[in-house]
């Protein structure tokens, strides 16, 4: 059984027919030699210069899809590198609404310690320095508590 042949291309010669089957393809090829007026000596020279033209454009149009691949690709570098621009700051941000919420937090303590301590003094209680250092007047006080609630519902509003 003899092998399938694989299809060749035909190469294209000097000299060539070439047929139209497409009226309207007909009728846009006369109507554009007709406007050309005397720049064709004849139809060969007319449609060699289309086809010409043709095989140019699609030369440039292959260029620039090339040139788009390689766009496409440098752009997808560009947007991985500002996605990991991007996930550095998220850390970044991240830590340092930590530390900010960590401070918040030890100003708090050491506020309600400082107005206990005051409080008690202005009260004249006994402050024994074994209490201070372990914190038993740490706590905020309730009057606290509720300015920082009331603070929160204000200012702090979920988007």
Request: glycine share 6%.
């Amino acid at each position: 059984m003899p092998k399938k042949q694989e299809k060749q291309q035909k190469e294209i010669g000097a000299v060539n027919t070439l047929r139209f089957y497409d009226t309207d393809l007909v009728e846009r090829l006369n109507k554009r030699l007709n406007e050309s007026g005397s720049r064709y000596e004849h139809r060969n020279h007319f449609l060699t210069d289309l086809i010409e033209a043709g095989l140019d454009r699609r030369d440039y149009e292959n260029s620039l899809q090339k040139e788009l691949l390689k766009n496409d690709a440098a752009m997808f570098k560009s947007v991985d590198e500002l996605a990991g621009v991007f996930m550095e700051f998220a850390k970044y941000a991240r830590t340092q609404f930590q530390t900010i919420q960590a401070s918040d937090m030890t100003m708090k303590w050491i506020l309600g310690g400082i107005y206990n301590i005051a409080e008690a003094s202005h009260l004249r209680k006994s402050l024994l320095q074994e209490h201070i250092d372990r914190g038993i007047y740490d706590g905020m006080p309730q009057r606290f508590m509720n300015f920082e609630e009331r603070a929160e519902r204000r200012f702090i509003k979920d988007e």
